[in-house]
């Protein structure tokens, strides 16, 4: 008997195949910051989240596109709220108690990813929520409401083809300053109850038909973490304590099928041989000076010897 309905994940042609010499740059949903986290453990060349964790496509796209059009912050983009400096762009990670020391943090990742898109060979784009909050004092479309009074904002739903002819225009520009990049697409498997239970149905509706439309019209991938997570584990065994997010083991199960997917045989083995490196490396002994310890470091240096020829840095 069969108690589960498992999702069958088909290798991509080659030339959409990922290896080490290849730059990512992933943006979106916290599932990206998963993902990116576990290609930087993996030994890839990869950028997660230069804003911080976004959630809704014309935040998206809106970051992109400053990338694109070499648009550094400014001072008179930060405001004030509860003791602490912060950006409209950007998630509460980036916000600081000195002005100074937030523009510049924000700046810094900025110029960083700025390269790194323009240099990039993939771009992955997780999309969360199809909700949006406008400031109402001028319709700016935010990131993050950094718990301003909901007063101050209209929330409102993206349509699909709003979505559709949003992120057209983004891979438009993005295309002319980089014409190579590859783009895959994604929704985040996180559940945004407080959206409510039927409105987030809509909302992921919503970006999944967007995907599927421009899937359809571009050279364009789709890569299924929001039904791996929701018809295939489908369980809340694989969610953490808040029963939104995936659990630990619902991560490492998309990250294996993120692989199958992407990689062939050879990138599968060094990504491995990489990860059991890194872990290796942090393993802490009872008796760090023993005889066994220091060979154990010497075999271990000797691997990533041979590992930073392939251009990989432990």
Same mark, same amino acid.
């Given at each position: 008997?069969?108690f ?5 994940i ?9 290896n080490?010499k290849?730059?990512?740059f ?11 986290e576990?290609?930087k453990n ?9 804003f911080?964790?976004?959630y ?5 796209c809106?970051?992109i596109?400053?990338?694109?059009q070499?648009?550094p912050?400014?001072?008179n983009?930060?405001?004030?709220q509860?003791?602490?400096w ?9 916000s600081c108690?000195?002005k ?10 900025f110029?960083?990813?700025?390269e ?5 060979d993939?771009?992955f784009?997780?999309?969360g ?11 700016? !479309? ?7 009074p ?7 739903k ?23 990049i ?9 559940r945004?109850?407080?959206?409510g239970f039927h ?9 999944l ?9 571009q050279?364009?991938k789709?890569?299924p ?14 969610f953490?304590d808040d ?8 991560v490492?199960?998309?990250?294996e ?7 062939d045989e ?8 990489v990860?059991?490196l890194k ?6 002994p ?7 310890y220091?060979?154990?470091?010497l ?7 041979i590992?930073?020829k392939?251009?990989?840095? !432990?």
């Amino acid at each position: 008997m069969n108690f589960r309905t498992k999702i069958k994940i088909d290798k991509l042609p080659n030339d959409w195949l990922i290896n080490h010499k290849k730059q990512l740059f992933l943006m979106g949903s916290c599932f990206s910051d998963n993902v990116g986290e576990r290609l930087k453990n993996a030994g890839f060349s990869a950028i997660s989240n230069p804003f911080g964790t976004l959630y809704n496509p014309f935040s998206i796209c809106q970051n992109i596109e400053r990338l694109l059009q070499d648009c550094p912050f400014e001072e008179n983009d930060l405001f004030f709220q509860n003791g602490l400096w912060h950006s409209f762009s950007h998630h509460s990670s980036f916000s600081c108690i000195d002005k100074k020391e937030c523009l510049k943090n924000i700046n810094k990742h900025f110029l960083s990813a700025q390269e790194g898109l323009l240099n990039a060979d993939f771009l992955f784009l997780t999309l969360g929520t199809a909700w949006v909050f406008k400031r109402k004092e001028n319709g700016e !479309i935010v990131s993050n409401c950094h718990k301003i009074p909901a007063k101050e904002f209209l929330r409102e739903k993206l349509s699909v083809d709003t979505v559709v002819k949003r992120l057209e225009e983004t891979i438009l520009l993005l295309k002319q300053k980089n014409p190579m990049i590859r783009i895959v697409l994604s929704v985040s498997p996180i559940r945004h109850l407080g959206d409510g239970f039927h409105e987030n149905q809509l909302s992921k509706s919503t970006l999944l038909l967007a995907i599927d439309e421009l899937c359809k019209q571009q050279n364009i991938k789709y890569f299924p973490s929001y039904e791996i997570v929701l018809d295939d584990l489908r369980d809340y065994r694989f969610f953490a304590d808040d029963m939104a997010h995936p659990s630990p083991l619902a991560v490492d199960y998309i990250w294996e099928k993120f692989g199958e997917m992407f990689f062939d045989e050879s990138t599968q083995q060094l990504s491995f041989r990489v990860e059991k490196l890194k872990k290796s490396f942090a393993h802490r002994p009872f008796n760090p000076n023993s005889e066994e310890y220091q060979k154990f470091l010497l075999s271990l240096e000797k691997e990533r010897k041979i590992l930073e020829k392939q251009g990989i840095v !432990i």
